[in-house]
């Protein structure tokens, strides 16, 4: 992570005041070949501006990003939102790179870039199947019995703290839109979005999800009149602690090929 000033100044925080240092940060970024400066440790690593702030005059040495901040734009305008401002560093070639990004986040937003939201939201819909489990069902059920689902749920939760320092800056609804109660089409595009995360252990925790929401089919259509998983479908137990632990490792993981021996199913089994 990129060593930043402690005193930096708040205002970088305010949206409706910042609009000036976001401006000396883009022209220092955008329009000089210069990513290693100084000015890169006097801002934080994530901060929100309005989407009029970072216009095309700004991107004179980065033309090439001219089509993704304009469809960032257009989308964070779409909204009545933000653009999210993203730092990161390279430690190896003392590099720094900006991420623009579209706020609040979608559900559809979600990809293998924005793993804070990500798992911000995987943990939040952990949080609501165990306080609600007549809808889909506990994914925390097993946990004390299942030490792979045990862990699979302690690294969710440690990885959604990352996103939980941007809410000591902002209120959730500028970060992300979605509905608490988790109908079941929210449910279905968490889930797609959870099968292209790049996680070593993803598709094992998608067959944990799978096989509790079979469990609990009947218990579903309470939520929607379209289950998530087939009802004819008998429920098949998610693999053991010990054909998982080889793949399974704390957060933060690092990408791995699927285990073959537990294969992911498609997509199909959620689609209605």
Request: charged share 20%.
């Amino acid at each position: 992570m990129l060593p930043t000033h402690e005193k930096i100044d708040a205002t970088i925080f305010d949206v409706e005041k910042n609009d000036g240092l976001a401006k000396q940060i883009f022209h220092a970024y955008y329009r000089t070949p210069d990513a290693s400066g100084e000015i890169y440790r006097t801002f934080p690593e994530f901060f929100l501006i309005k989407p009029d702030v970072l216009d095309d005059s700004l991107l004179a040495f980065n033309k090439q990003e001219l089509p993704l901040i304009a469809n960032a734009r257009s989308r964070a305008t779409s909204r009545t939102g933000y653009l999210g401002v993203s730092k990161y560093f390279d430690e190896n070639f003392a590099y720094h790179w900006i991420k623009i990004a579209a706020y609040p986040v979608v559900l559809s937003d979600l990809n293998t870039h924005q793993q804070d939201e990500f798992f911000y939201l995987l943990n939040k819909f952990v949080q609501f199947t165990q306080q609600n489990p007549n809808v889909y069902g506990d994914l925390t059920a097993d946990a004390a019995s299942d030490n792979a689902v045990a862990l699979m749920l302690r690294s969710i939760a440690q990885q959604a703290r990352a996103f939980e320092e941007k809410l000591q800056h902002y209120p959730l609804h500028m970060l992300l839109s979605f509905d608490a109660s988790w109908p079941t089409a929210q449910v279905k595009t968490l889930l797609a979005a959870l099968e292209i995360n790049e996680q070593s252990w993803n598709h094992l925790f998608l067959e944990h999800l799978r096989y509790v929401m079979r469990k609990n089919k009947g218990l579903v259509k309470s939520h929607s009149s379209a289950p998530i998983v087939p009802s004819d479908v008998a429920p098949n137990p998610p693999p053991s602690a010990a054909q998982t632990a080889a793949v399974v490792v704390a957060a933060p993981l690092a990408s791995a090929a699927t285990d073959e021996r537990v294969a992911p199913q498609s997509l199909d089994m959620v689609a209605t």
